[in-house]
């Protein structure tokens, strides 16, 4: 009788390559409205506040759902639930098309908060599908590759979404987020492997990771705090060089796409320094530190040709904690949690991020980008004080 051989596991390296395809199509799609606040507010002439709401579409989908698409992810994998996620990205996406070639502002936002729903799935499974295949030394660094999907998808969408809709409208630009989807989801869908789950199924293993313990909490409260200015460069950076400079829409686009290449390699710079340490949190703490200190600057230098470099730096320093913070979350809350703490952590920034279109840019239209500016610089600052020193139990 014949032993059989023992099932090969795939590569981490590959697992990691599916996990940021799923991120960076979910965050270019969920990214294209932010990007069309230029072209609304300016050509089509909607306020800064109603445009703002279109782009924060994608956000609400998302933060009603990150929860459950965590626990979803803790019950039945990762495999199925990246694919179940990027279905409902195609659809989404579908629907808003129908709702741009239609001229219907009502079935594009709900296309693109559908999206959101989608895209939210793309957050949690993709988290774990790294955080079980690589080893806790290599962890940090590979987390932070995984969390450049984030910049490199918003990147991606501010080379193509600014030139295409001034030339060809929006539902171009639509239509080839359904695209992207399509074959993003063949790909995930063919290639992921769930991770071995861990052994046991003690009280231990399953045990309740906020329980007696304050650090998940601080964590996901310092990490909602720092989204704010991160999404205040997201969402007005390429409108404040074309509004406020008097950028063109490619060029400005263009610096766009590069200031989110270097906020990539911030993430990763920032994965690599935390496994060198030995600790997540510190380098987190010193990160927001840095992050409050550039949005003081970009205040101070709003209206002078050094507020550019500033913004381009903003845009990689207020990035960079996210995947320290994820990466802590993920060892704090264990395997059996950390798809849930994964959803609660995201909860909590994609609500603050829901707000920042909206109540920023009223703040810029009623008082100018640098009160905007000074303003957003609390957050990071009382982030500081909210991350907990230490990583371990």
Known sequence: MTRRAPARQPSPWLMLVAAMAAQVTATAIVSAPLLLIPYLHLDQGLSLVASGGLAAAPTVGTLLTLVTWGAVVDR??????????LVILVAGSALALAGARSDDTVVLAAGFALCGVGASSSNSASGRL??????????????GIR?????????????????????????????????????TTVFVGLTVVDPPRPAGSGADAAANPYRGDVRLVRIHSASALLVIPQY????????????????????????????????????????????????????????????TVSMVALALFDATPLAIAVMVLAAVVTVAPNGLAFTAVAEIAGPRWSGRAFGIQNTGQYLTAA??????????????YGWAFAGTAVFPLVAVALVPVATRR
């Open 76 to 85: 039945v994998g990762e495999r199925i639930s990246l694919t179940a996620g």
């Open 130 to 143: 790294v955080v079980g295949w690589f080893p806790a030394h290599r962890r940090g660094l590979a987390m």
């Open 147 to 183: 969390q450049t999907g984030l910049p490199l998808g918003v990147g991606l969408a501010a080379l193509v979404v600014p030139a295409w809709v001034d030339e060809r409208g929006v539902a171009p630009v639509v239509g080839l987020c359904v695209g992207l989807a399509v074959l």
């Open 232 to 291: 205040v460069v997201w969402s007005f950076m390429l409108l404040w060089l074309i509004d406020r400079h008097g950028w063109s829409a490619a060029a400005a686009g263009a610096l766009y796409a590069g200031s989110q290449l270097l906020g990539a390699a911030g993430r990763i710079g920032a994965g690599w320094w935390s496994d060198r340490v030995g600790d997540r949190l510190g380098p987190m703490r010193r990160v927001a530190a840095a992050a």
């Open 355 to 368: 707000a920042v279109p909206p109540v920023v840019g009223a703040v810029i239209q009623h008082a100018g």
